[in-house]
């Protein structure tokens, strides 16, 4: 299968756009599935239902509230472009952030469930050894929801790979810098004889978003072994 230059463009934009999504919401992620997996506190039902509320919006819906936040004359857009001259209207950054938003519900429930499957008398014991908390977050907590962490990277990234709604509402369709593999397979899909182009594109995403499923299941069990079950 031979792809044209502009479709070999459009996968290298959607793995970058990805990649960039899932790095730069990992650690919300994290800091998320953690308070929600170790604290109590007033509002935890609310909080735990804004973190999962993309899972269930319209994603045009999730597109035009970030399309207000982030826009030219949005609080959060005007603040970066004050005072950083960054915009991410109508650029590859952009369309990273509307991918981290949607994959964020996916990585806290996977994390979540492998930080409340970790045994706390572990930390505990650790904790009677001498081990301060971050010491025992580093040696006992961390590599225990390792595996946890890794699966909703992937899983993560497969949701980046797919997503469509909020990306083009948020920062549009632009060949060579918004334009990912979802856009661009609706874009062909307008063109009188884009079949092929369709074709070829589609066959790229289901390979790429089966072998991040692959990736993510096998994580899982990994993290599951030796616990008698599975985190996700």
């Not at 008398?121 to 962490?149: D, K, M, Q, Y």
């Not at 083009?168 to 004889?193: D, H, K, M, W």
């Not at 066959?203 to 599975?230: N, T």
Request: glycine share 10%; aromatic share 8%.
């Amino acid at each position: 299968m031979l792809l044209s230059p502009d479709e070999w463009e459009v996968v290298r934009l959607s793995l970058k756009v990805s990649v960039a999504g899932v790095a730069v919401v990992l650690p919300a992620a994290f800091a998320l599935a953690w308070v929600l997996a170790r604290w109590r506190f007033p509002g935890k039902l609310l909080v735990d239902a804004i973190v999962h509320l993309p899972l269930v919006l319209p994603p045009v819906v999730t597109g035009w509230l970030l399309l207000l936040a982030f826009g030219a004359n949005g609080p959060v857009g005007r603040w970066l472009a004050d005072w950083f001259g960054v915009t991410v209207m109508f650029r590859w950054t952009g369309a990273a952030l509307a991918a981290a938003v949607m994959a964020l519900p996916l990585m806290v429930r996977a994390i979540r469930l492998s930080i409340e499957a970790v045994d706390r008398r572990l930390e505990g014991a650790a904790r009677t050894l001498g081990a301060g908390p971050w010491r025992s977050f580093a040696t006992v907590t961390l590599p225990l929801c390792l595996p946890g962490v890794l699966a909703a990277l992937v899983l993560g990234f497969a949701r980046s790979i797919g997503e469509f709604g909020a990306t083009i509402t948020f920062v549009s369709n632009i060949p060579g810098e918004t334009r990912t593999l979802p856009i661009a397979i609706y874009a062909a899909l307008q063109q009188p004889g884009g079949d092929v182009a369709v074709a070829r594109l589609s066959l790229i995403a289901v390979l790429l978003s089966l072998a991040a499923l692959v990736a993510s299941e096998w994580l899982a069990r990994r993290a599951g072994a030796g616990r008698g079950g599975h985190v996700l």
